[in-house]
């Protein structure tokens, strides 16, 4: 009896053992599938989750939501067609100085410059001078994506309607309608819808830099910009010029600077002359025929990025003798600032 007692509760215990066995088993079974779909879905979306299932339909929401977003319009970077000189697109892509304009500010959904529609004056040197010869107009308007409804009016009374659309490869695309024609230069107008281009120096004829009085410089508003010093040769006259250039060589600034003929740029400084807190340029040339002759011009910047050169002042630093270097005119300035 006492035999049969034991093999019972032998039998009992062998049992319980075996079931708790299967029962470590299969919980150790679960731990490891839930390990695997943590895993993946760790591996799918980047993140640690507690809920597989609940996780997954995030994962696909947030997907759909970027494909969304990436298939959107793309944002435009209008800040590569500020600032330049825009010219009628002639054969060859090569620039026609026939009408220009320039965009000095899009921001806010709002657009600024000036507009020329006809072909009285040479384009990329005008921009910054007010109400020159009335042949430059306001250009304002709004822009929406890649097209800017804009209205000009100018002093001579033409007015209109300018369309501009922006293209790739460098084209803007305007479509001129006038409202009203004024009877100067009527038949210079320019109507309808041209492809406009950047002017670039290499558009300039017979145009040769001065390779030693070239800089790369940073202007303030300008930012990084190329300074550009050359000659045009081919005729009995040969100018002497100034630009300031993007690195694509697209003119953004033409300095006109009433220098005589035949001069060579002996040395150019970009320092904060007046203390306003903007660089400004002085320029030094030699007459070509006399090294030792020398000529400087002062050329200060303003908040708008234009630059004013005061003819009395240059003729007061050239008569007393104080423009032999960059030094010398410096000194002399800072007596006055």
């Known amino acids: 009896m006492k035999k049969i ?4 509760i032998l039998t009992i215990c062998i049992l319980t053992f075996s079931i708790g066995i299967t029962g470590c088993s299969n919980t150790n079974q679960k731990s490891d599938v839930t390990k695997s779909q943590s895993s993946t879905v760790k591996k799918t979306n980047g993140t640690s989750v507690s809920n597989s299932s609940s996780t997954s339909k995030d994962t696909a929401l947030a997907e759909a939501s970027n494909s969304s977003s990436n298939s959107g319009t793309k944002t435009i970077d209008y800040n590569q067609y500020i600032k330049k000189v ?6 060859a892509n090569k620039a026609y100085n026939y009408s220009s304009f320039c965009i000095s500010k899009i921001a806010n959904g709002k657009i600024e410059g000036k507009l020329a529609t006809n072909a009285i004056a040479e384009p990329s040197y005008y921009y910054y001078i007010p109400n020159h010869l009335g042949y430059l107009g306001n250009l304002t308007g709004t822009i929406n994506n890649n097209t800017a409804e804009c209205q000009f009016s100018d002093n001579d009374g033409d007015k209109g309607n300018v369309t501009l659309t922006f293209k790739a490869n460098d084209e803007i695309k305007a479509t001129i309608k006038y409202t009203n024609k004024s009877n100067a230069y ?3 107008s320019l109507d309808g819808a041209f492809l406009f281009i950047p ?8 145009f040769t830099p001065f390779k030693d009085q070239c800089f790369t410089v940073n202007l303030n508003s300008w930012g990084n910009v190329n300074f550009v010093s050359g000659k045009v040769t081919g005729g009995k006259h040969i100018p002497t010029l100034f630009y300031l250039t993007n690195k694509n060589g697209d003119i953004l600034y033409n300095f006109d600077s009433p220098f005589p003929y035949s001069v060579t740029p002996k040395a150019v400084s970009f320092k904060d002359i007046n203390k306003d807190g903007l660089k400004d340029i002085i320029i030094i040339v030699s007459a070509n025929e006399d090294s030792s002759s020398s000529i400087a011009k002062v050329f200060f910047q303003k908040a708008d990025g234009s630059f004013n050169n005061d003819g009395k002042l240059d003729e007061e630093i050239n008569s007393s003798g104080n423009n032999k270097d960059i030094k010398t005119v410096s000194d002399y300035l800072s007596k006055k600032f």
């Open 5 to 8: 007692y034991l093999t019972t």
């Open 199 to 206: 002017n670039n120096l290499k558009d300039m004829n017979n």
């Open 186 to 188: 009527k038949d210079l």
């Open 86 to 91: 825009w010219v009628v697109k002639g054969s």
